[in-house]
């Protein structure tokens, strides 16, 4: 590497000095070389272009970014950090992995890059995300920063928080209304296995679809053949009700299958359910909304809870019938979806909810919006 004048460096020391009134570093490099051209560095191809990332491999090292250090036109000592953003965004809006390098290389750690794609949204673990990676080059802040170029991997997440889905269809009269948060489907727990259930009542004839994010059908699952999805954004409507009646539809998302069934449980009609608890000190009900499209499904959207404490939900104003849990999912987890199928006060943080409850099943969501 070319060295630095010797005497531009005393020069500019004492410019630094004298500059009294400018707390600031002074640049000492303004990304030029000895000839006028831009400094730039080149960020080496991966070891592979897709990876899939498991929990149990939390702490593991994926990989190891290596790249050729910039000629700044003197001996540094360079720190590496790798960004992250989705493929084609243009970093608009990116992570920093924490791990940083020195010695023209970087570790690529299979939590630190899981986290950075749940915090921008790349969650769905059944889905290879389409990733940009960059190395962004830090000498001190007299030196501006550099970037490489950009590699790109396809990159299969897991993910820590369950994900959402929604149906899409005219089994639930939203007329294939693709951006309806209520379609939220149940889960029985919080684990992301992206196994999902509903039971309800649907017409002859009905069909729908799943979306992973409202408004947008870029990851969407469809019929393939019977009692298998496909998510190449080419399937077809999933069917099967023949005749107007009440039915459990089983979503494995991650197995790309499905099944309908017909209910044939009990159908107790309540005139309503509501919300009770700590935050209203037991003494009044806050009313969920009940389903235009099915009697059993019950729903609050912006659900003001003032302080932490337990609650329950009830039926009629009245404590002949109630729901609450039992399992450890809500009393240690502070689970976003589960069952009220037990007993016991439910803990929950005071906040605004999204909830909807299925009272055939049991079902509910509870989401802090």
Known sequence: MNKVNILSIVFAGICAFSACTDDKDPVINDLKDSEGNNISFTLNAPNNSSYTLMPENA??????????????????????????????????????????????KVLIKTFELNDAMNNLGMVNPTVAYNVDFRLKAFINDSVPELYSNTVNMAITPYSGARTQVYFVGDIFDNGWNNNDPSMRIFADDDVNNMLFTYTGFVKAGSAFKIIQTPGDWGIQWGYDS??????????????????????????????????????????????????????NDWGGDLDLQQASYDKHIWIGEKIEIPSDGGLKLRADHDWAVSFGGSNSLWNDKQGQFAKFDGGDNVKVSAGTYFIKFNDLTKHIILLAE
């Open 226 to 279: 019977d009692g298998a999805l496909s998510n190449d954004g080419g399937s077809g409507n999933i069917e099967g009700f023949t005749q107007d009646g009440y039915y459990t539809i089983t979503l494995d998302l991650a197995g790309n299958k499905y099944s309908i069934e017909p209910y044939t449980g009990a159908t107790t009609e309540y005139k309503q359910i509501s919300l009770i608890g700590d935050f």
């Open 59 to 104: 702490s593991s090292i994926i990989d190891i970014f290596t790249c050729e250090q910039p000629d700044y036109g003197f001996a540094a000592g360079v720190t590496y950090t790798v960004q992250v953003c989705e493929g084609g965004t243009e970093f608009e809006k990116f992570e920093s992995l924490p791990t940083t390098g020195s010695g023209e």
